[in-house]
Nanobody
């Protein structure tokens, strides 16, 4: 399964962006998915995750109340709606998936997409 993240860009502080993670196979629709982000100064950081059914979601404290993860049950696609963006949200954002693992520990995800850059200007 190949994953492709898209939707990044340059936005002003307080603005919004929606990231998409599209998979190459429908199998993805039954996998948990996570979003992570990374900057040159920090290790890869957990952002949000969603269960295969979409009924369970989990967020890092830093994005709780501002970001929303969701999935389209008809498509192999997961979204990350990002609102009230702050300069500290600037990072490369990655989506990850695994047939079994659902959580915030990056090494447990076996499938990763190439990242998409999000830049928030102050």
């Amino acid at each position: 399964v190949q994953l492709q993240a898209s939707g990044g860009g340059l936005v002003q502080s307080g603005g919004s962006l929606t990231l998409s993670c599209i998979a190459s196979e429908d199998t993805f629709k039954s996998w948990p998915v996570g979003w992570f982000r990374q900057t040159p100064e920090k290790e890869r950081e957990f952002v949000a995750s969603i269960s295969w059914s979409g009924r369970s979601t989990y967020y890092a404290d830093s994005v709780k109340g501002r970001f929303a993860i969701s999935r389209d049950s008809a498509k192999p696609t997961v979204y990350l709606q990002m609102n009230s963006l702050k300069p500290e949200d600037t990072a490369i954002y990655y989506c990850a998936a695994d047939p079994v693992y659902e959580g915030d520990y990056a090494p447990h995800y076996n499938y990763w997409g190439k990242g998409t850059q999000v830049t928030v200007s102050s």
